[in-house]
């Protein structure tokens, strides 16, 4: 097991993935409470979580259960409780879905390894939607979405980044490649040339450069991606990234967290590569964002064709904008891939009621 993390940092930065799944505030408080360290055993951040988890578990709330242990895995797994965690966040989830119709399990071997996957809704001529977490989250926390595949009339596929959860790709300079080879296995179940890349921060950087390479992928929503700063601005490096980014970059890429972005330094999109793509970005980004720079909209905007921001003042992720930035993303995804009206319309007015309802009564606490 290697050391344990800040804990101050884990809480600060797990909220936006407990806003974002829709956990309960007052239960994700006390667990917060009650955590005292991140070691082994009783107080732990492990333990605490976990054991929220089987609680519910036990009551059969399953899908809640598996949030709770995805936030006990969370940011990644460094030893064996994290591991155990994690299986268990997998394999309560395959007991929910299998009472949802339409989501299958999905494993392809690819190049370089084999990637596991939730899909839902594959079928020939449907456009794909890729739906892609970061670095920090793994697939179950997004796969409940699709649920909704058949109403959207989209075929879904929800993955990891190279080396999360059950990806057993290395995430390096070769990973983008990862996103081609799933589109040549899965093109004769869906129309994988107008694939639709809803990837959020890590991933849509992913997504992004995949793109410039290959014309199959016709749209990326994303939310705080890294583009080009973040991976050549060594002062920001130095002096804002908080140590639980770094950390986790480093045990993905398999290197020292000391050395991690003189790996990752080429990364970087770069304003010719962003001005090749003739696709549609949608970007929501977070004018707080103590992980990504804030130049990297202004890159986007310099050079992109077709540009759409949506700006949140808040930190990464925007945590008290969840509701309103979930629904903007895919909402765009829908329109760039002319999706049947009604959902669209539906989704439009969720979108609005959560936009008055934020300037109402302000962003969520």
């Not at 360290?37 to 976990?50: I, L, M, N, R, T």
């Not at 999905?106 to 899909?119: E, F, I, M, N």
């Not at 972005?261 to 080429?266: Q, S």
């Not at 969720?350 to 969520?364: E, H, K, M, T, Y």
Request: charged letters at 25%; proline letters at 6%.
């Amino acid at each position: 097991m290697t050391g344990p993390n800040d804990l101050g940092e884990l809480k600060r930065h797990v909220l936006v993935h407990a806003r974002g799944q829709k956990l309960d505030p007052a239960r994700y408080r006390a667990i917060l409470r009650r955590i005292e360290h991140d070691e082994d055993g009783p107080g732990s951040w492990v333990a605490e979580w976990s054991r929220a988890a089987r609680d519910l578990e036990e009551r059969g709330r399953l899908l809640d259960a598996c949030r709770h242990y995805a936030m006990a895995r969370f940011p990644f797994v460094n030893g064996d409780a994290r591991r155990e965690a994690h299986e268990r966040c997998v394999a309560v989830f395959d007991r929910w879905r299998r009472d949802v119709p339409g989501i299958e399990r999905l494993d392809l071997d690819l190049p370089g390894g084999r990637v596991r996957c939730w899909a839902a809704g594959l079928a020939p001529g449907r456009p794909l939607m890729l739906i892609m977490g970061g670095i920090v989250t793994v697939k179950e926390q997004w796969a409940p979405m699709l649920a909704r595949g058949e109403r959207l009339g989209l075929a879904g596929v929800v993955l990891e980044l190279p080396g999360v959860g059950e990806n057993t790709l290395p995430y390096d300079s070769g990973s983008p490649r990862m996103l081609s080879a799933l589109l040549d296995a899965l093109a004769d179940r869906a129309d994988v040339d107008r694939t639709y890349a809803l990837a959020m921060s890590f991933a849509g950087h992913l997504a992004l450069r995949c793109a410039t390479e290959d014309p199959r992928i016709r749209g990326v929503a994303t939310t705080g991606a890294p583009v080009s700063g973040f991976f050549t601005d060594t002062a920001w490096q130095r002096d804002a990234v908080p140590r639980v980014t770094t950390d986790t970059l480093a045990h993905l890429v398999g290197t020292k967290p000391a050395d991690v972005y003189d790996e990752i330094r080429d990364w970087a999109l770069t304003g010719e590569a962003l001005a090749s793509l003739d696709i549609p970005v949608h970007y929501a980004a977070s004018l707080r964002d103590e992980i990504i720079p804030p130049g990297e909209t202004a890159h986007l905007r310099r050079h992109l064709r077709s540009f759409h921001l949506m700006e949140n003042d808040d930190v990464h992720g925007s945590p008290r904008h969840a509701a309103e930035v979930g629904l903007w993303t895919l909402l765009a995804i829908l329109r760039m891939a002319d999706a049947p009206r009604v959902p669209r319309a539906l989704l439009t007015s969720a979108f609005l009621a959560a936009r008055a309802r934020r300037r109402l009564l302000g962003p969520a606490r």
